[in-house]
């Protein structure tokens, strides 16, 4: 099974730390960095690599969702 580090990440890019888990494939990394995120507050996001290959980046703060009643883009005219 390929082996996973994660980097507890500041919002200037700075990892403090960083732990490693041996996993069986991409997407199980995903809970993981979850996790680790409500473990480390000071952290603002995860990167996962795999060796040199960048995996994830998990950040804290969740998806932008916007209004339905929010004013739509209108075509351009030709």
């Not at 995860?46 to 916007?66: K, M, N, Q, Y």
């Not at 209004?67 to 883009?73: A, C, G, V």
């Amino acid at each position: 099974m390929p082996i996973y580090t994660f980097h507890m990440c500041r919002a200037d890019g700075f990892s403090g730390c960083f732990e490693m888990r041996e996993l069986p494939y991409d997407s199980a990394t995903y809970p993981v960095a979850t996790s680790l995120l409500e473990e480390h507050q000071s952290a603002d996001y995860v990167t996962v690599w795999e060796g040199e290959r960048p995996v994830l980046s998990r950040h804290r703060d969740g998806p932008v969702i916007r209004s339905i009643q929010e004013d739509q883009p209108q075509p351009r005219a030709s």
